[in-house]
């Protein structure tokens, strides 16, 4: 395994425990924040620290072509406008589990997009290790206390969540282009930059300068992670991983959230872990392992590297 291919495993580990923690986060958040400006305020804050960053460390980062912006801009309209909407939404009206399950299918969507689109060849080894990170989280969710029993709402609620984890797949398959000409660190700043302004004009409604006024010292201290941590670090390791890997091997990543989220909660709340959450947190990182390991041929290692195609 070469170095670049390495790093991109390394951020895209990163980068799923950071949103492993934002779900829990955004648990408390979102019962007292309406879900546009939750999303607004993260992604707010996000962008305009990774601008502030391109605006003193690499002022060059900052120019990007016409033509590309529109693209780039769909891009944050696809991850930072619709997904969390979809995400923030559907926690308020299914429970956690089930929304983590149906968001657990995000690496399936990629296997189905990237090779309907030509975009990566997935050999029959990637194929079972996405699944069998999808049958890790369904047992370690199905433990603790996943149920089928609900009401429209709910239903509506999983509905959204599988929209939003098609959503994120979109976007994995679709940021490749716009990767081969510029850096994460650009793709993800207009991203985010542009995914808030689609947001903006809708949150008026919800009264995002009165809910801001209103947050007391807890919920400021969760939007601040949200913001820096979930928001412009996690996004932009996710996006720098994107650019060394195919979109199905950053993505089966997700799949470890559960199992942080899981874990946070044993370590900050007493949550008991059972030898169940222990068979399910291997099966994750064993199909993490089957995505990711090089393909070997005659003894020599080769990176699974999407499918060139003529631009």
Request: hydrophobic share 55%; proline share 4%; with cysteine.
């Amino acid at each position: 395994m070469n170095t670049g291919i390495f790093a991109g495993n390394i951020a895209a580990a990163v980068a799923a425990c950071l949103f492993g923690a934002s779900v829990v986060a955004t648990r408390v958040a979102v019962q007292d924040i309406p879900p546009l400006n939750l999303a607004v305020y993260r992604f707010g804050q996000g962008g305009l620290l990774l601008l502030l960053v391109l605006f003193i460390e690499a002022r060059g980062l900052l120019q990007i072509a016409r033509r590309d912006a529109l693209f780039i801009a769909l891009l944050g309209a696809i991850l930072f406008a619709l997904f969390p909407v979809m995400f923030n939404v559907s926690l308020r009206w299914t429970e956690a589990s089930r929304g983590s399950l149906m968001l657990a299918t995000t690496p399936l969507w990629s296997a189905w997009l990237a090779q309907a689109t030509r975009k990566e060849h997935l050999i029959p080894r990637q194929i079972g290790g996405v699944l069998v990170t999808v049958i890790g989280v369904a047992l370690v969710l199905a433990e603790r206390g996943l149920t089928w029993q609900a009401n429209g709402w709910a239903l509506a609620g999983d509905g959204l969540m599988l929209l939003g984890a098609f959503c994120g797949a979109v976007y994995a398959v679709l940021a490749k282009r716009a990767l081969t000409r510029y850096s994460a660190l650009t793709v993800t700043t207009y991203a985010m930059v542009f995914g808030t302004l689609f947001l903006v004009p809708f949150t008026f409604g919800e009264g995002l300068y009165r809910v801001l006024s209103q947050l007391e010292g807890r919920m400021v201290f969760l939007l601040i992670f949200l913001g820096v941590f979930g928001g412009a670090l996690g996004y932009f390791l996710m996006t720098f991983s994107l650019k060394r890997l195919t979109p199905t091997q950053t993505v089966v990543y997700v799949n470890l959230n559960p199992m942080v989220a899981t874990l946070l909660g044993a370590l900050l709340l007493g949550e008991q872990l059972t030898h169940v959450f222990l068979v399910g947190f291997v099966a994750v990182i064993a199909g993490v392992l089957l995505v990711n390991w090089p393909r070997k041929v005659d003894g020599y290692a080769f990176p699974t590297q999407p499918i060139p195609t003529s631009r």
